[in-house]
């Protein structure tokens, strides 16, 4: 989004905030039948093609039948026969610049509405496009949209909580110059403005101002939100439209480059619901043809801009694998009059035709070829055969997921529907069925229902905790598996495979079970309710036969202690010179004793293996002197009585190999005098004792 558009858009916001000073600052407050589900995945889109100007539906649609009378209604803008492109039995056809609408409704992908209007129709552009934007009677004076006041009523949290987890992405677009009235709702604009979305640049950094509680300050709030806003979703926009590109090249025109943005949008995995784009120039007063072939003019081609880019667009979202998401339809304020005007072009007139695109349209061409009065003067106008309201109810509730009162409550009142999607296709409750196959069409939102589309019973995946406890040695069935229920209002059966054995969850047992003697291989657990009869959980769980144990110790022999390195398991027997002890962890820390110690560690499966160390701790002894004469003093601490000493020179010569007795002030006596100078090594062990040194002897 470039500054300027920024500007501008926070100029209608700082407006709005005037008009508005008690802003409508409501806690997020998500229904469980919000129709805007989220903008976290994928669903249903609608895309707006607004025809500015008043479109001629007299020379875009034209009834075959009454040839003859147009004749002489509209001899200036006139178009033979032999020039259009008809659509079969119905006596219609199509102006030949709109060759690919033939296309699509022979694809069964074009809904034709003939005759749309209002009661009382206003002549004014800019009054009559606010009342099919505001969707208002001709006397009243509404200020907000009725897509705004739909999105507001779904969303009476925006836009303080937005965007967010649940919706990260822009509820609406609008790829025009500036924000409509169609997307200004009772309490904030509701559209976002993507003109160009590679330009984006942040345009406000980051901040969070504290403001006073008063009119000023609210409105200093509402523009610091709507400024975080634009540049969290432009982020969103800009990164969805470089992800994709186009298969089929768009027009160079200002509805093909709108329309690409939508198309490049939806591709590229941004999933707002609602795009609005627009084409002007349809104010035909003069030169709508060219005088010397009708086929051609601005009329012409316009509707050329509009063929090409739909055509575009549709081709694009085919190639995406998207159009099954999205239902294209345009409007316009009012169609032109029957009788041409002497400057070769028509004037403001009344009802006109509606095109709606899309894969899962209702075909069927929805309401009476026009009728042209015989010698029709400038004054003889169209009638309205149907309400632009009874269109919108229509798109509410089959496409937008409106149900109940969510039409009425935004048009006003209520409006007959008429059939715009497919019977097979419109899904009013959004359980997966559709409503001509719903026994349950009132389902709430997230229910898991049945082919007849009633809810059935059912509870969520997270309300059971399964975990194995243990693996099985092969042969032996001793793996274990721990199941538990958040939910406790039931009684849970259990079955598992294998076993043969069934098992209750409940409130005796704490709806906590231990359950044994699984063999290695694949289990499967049926759960049932005993009240649900239709309800059924099925978890497969799989019992492995376990790794073999492993350890490692490390010694400090001056601390006494020994650290072991144990994998395997989750549980370990650790015995250490008898002393049976139980480790949880995979390092584990023992104290040893002086003199031998065994340690032995093992885990509740014998198939995993034993592990068994000696590690033999000595007492420290010390000497004296060194070097020595004639005794030898050797200090032996502890509780041995007596030690074995040994004497070899340094060539392995053994020279004494002896017991002595240990004196009670803990001391050897070992005479040396009689040994030659030299250099020999002392051997002394014990029980206790286990040490080798070097003396030198003079």
């Given amino acids: ?303 050329k801009e509009l063929n090409d880019a739909v055509t575009a667009f549709m081709k694009n979202l085919d190639a995406m694998g998207r159009s099954d998401d999205v239902l294209t339809m345009t409007f316009s304020e009012f169609g032109r009059t029957i009788v041409s005007n002497g400057s070769g072009g028509t004037d403001h007139g009344t009802a006109a035709p509606m095109f709606i695109f899309g894969n899962k349209v209702n075909p069927d061409v929805l309401g009476a070829n026009p009728v042209i009065p015989k010698n029709a003067v400038w004054q003889d106008n169209l009638e309205a055969e149907f309400d632009f309201r009874q269109v919108y109810t229509s798109i509410i509730n089959q496409w937008m997921g409106g149900g109940g009162t969510s039409a009425k409550d935004v048009l006003f009142k209520d409006f007959d529907e008429i059939q715009i999607v497919g019977k097979e296709f419109v899904d009013s409750d959004n359980d997966g069925v559709a409503d001509i196959y719903d026994d349950c069409p009132d389902t709430p939102a997230g229910a898991i229902v049945g082919l007849d589309g009633c809810e059935l019973f059912s509870l969520p995946q997270d309300n059971y905790t399964l975990e194995v406890v243990s693996a099985s040695c092969i042969g032996l069935e001793n793996g274990q598996i721990k199941l538990s229920v958040a939910n406790t209002d039931y009684v849970y059966q259990v079955e598992v495979s294998g076993i043969g054995e069934s098992f209750e969850l409940a409130s005796a047992n704490g709806h906590e079970l231990l359950i044994s003697d699984l063999g290695v291989g694949s289990h499967t657990l049926d759960i049932r309710i005993e009240d649900k009869p239709s309800y059924l959980q099925t978890f497969e769980v799989s019992i492995t036969e376990p790794a073999p144990l492993q350890a490692q110790a490390q010694v400090n022999y001056t601390a006494k202690k020994a650290s072991l390195r144990l994998d395997g398991s989750s549980v370990y027997f650790v015995n250490v010179n008898g002393k049976q002890m139980v480790a949880s962890e995979n390092g584990y820390q023992v104290a040893l004793q002086a003199g031998n110690n065994i340690i032995k560690v093992s885990t509740p499966l014998e198939c995993q293996g034993v592990y068994e160390e000696s590690i033999f701790i000595s007492e420290k002894v010390t000497y004296y002197p060194n070097p020595v004469k004639t005794d030898l003093k050797i200090v032996v601490p502890g509780k041995d009585s007596e030690s074995r000493v040994k004497i070899f020179d340094t060539q392995g010569n053994k020279f004494e190999d002896h017991t002595s007795r240990i004196a009670f002030n803990r001391e050897i006596t070992l005479p040396m005098g009689h040994l030659k100078s030299g250099i020999y090594i002392v051997k002394i062990s014990g029980q206790t004792v286990e040490q080798t040194f070097k003396i030198v002897k003079q």
């Fill in 1 to 303: 989004m470039e500054r300027r558009s920024f500007l501008h858009n926070l100029g209608h916001a700082s407006a709005l905030a005037a008009a508005f000073p008690s802003l409508a600052f409501k806690g997020l407050d998500f229904s469980s039948t919000s129709a805007l589900s989220n903008t976290a995945s994928r669903g249903n889109i609608i895309v707006l093609i607004k025809l500015d100007g008043g479109n001629d539906g007299l020379n875009t649609i034209i009834p075959l039948d009454q040839m003859s009378e147009l004749s002489k209604a509209r001899p200036h803008v006139f178009m033979p026969e032999n020039k259009l492109i008809s659509l079969g039995s119905n006596d219609l056809a199509v102006h030949p610049a709109l060759n690919n609408f033939k296309s699509f409704f022979d694809e069964d992908r074009l809904k034709i509405i003939q005759n749309v209007g209002y009661p009382t129709p206003d002549f004014s552009h800019f009054r009559s496009m606010d009342i099919w934007q505001s969707a208002s009677d001709y006397n009243q004076y509404i200020n907000s949209g009725w897509m705004a006041r739909y999105i507001e009523k779904k969303h009476p949290a925006y836009p303080q909580e937005y965007p967010n987890e649940q919706f990260p992405h822009p509820l609406s677009i609008e790829l025009g110059w500036q924000s409509s009235l169609l997307f200004t709702g009772e309490s904030s604009f509701t559209s976002f403005i993507a003109r160009n979305p590679t330009e984006f640049r942040e345009i406000i950094n980051e901040f969070d101002n504290e403001y006073p509680s008063d009119k000023k300050g609210e409105r200093l709030k509402y523009l610091q939100l709507i400024a975080k806003q634009s540049n969290l979703y432009s982020l969103e926009v800009k990164r969805a439209y470089e992800s994709v590109s186009n298969t089929f090249e768009y027009p160079n025109s200002n509805i093909g480059q709108q329309l690409e943005i939508a198309g490049r949008l939806i591709g590229g995995g941004l999933n707002t619901r609602i795009y609005m784009v627009e084409l002007g120039g349809f104010d035909t007063h003069d030169t709508q043809v060219d005088s010397s072939d009708p086929t051609k003019g601005n009329h012409a081609a316009l509707l």
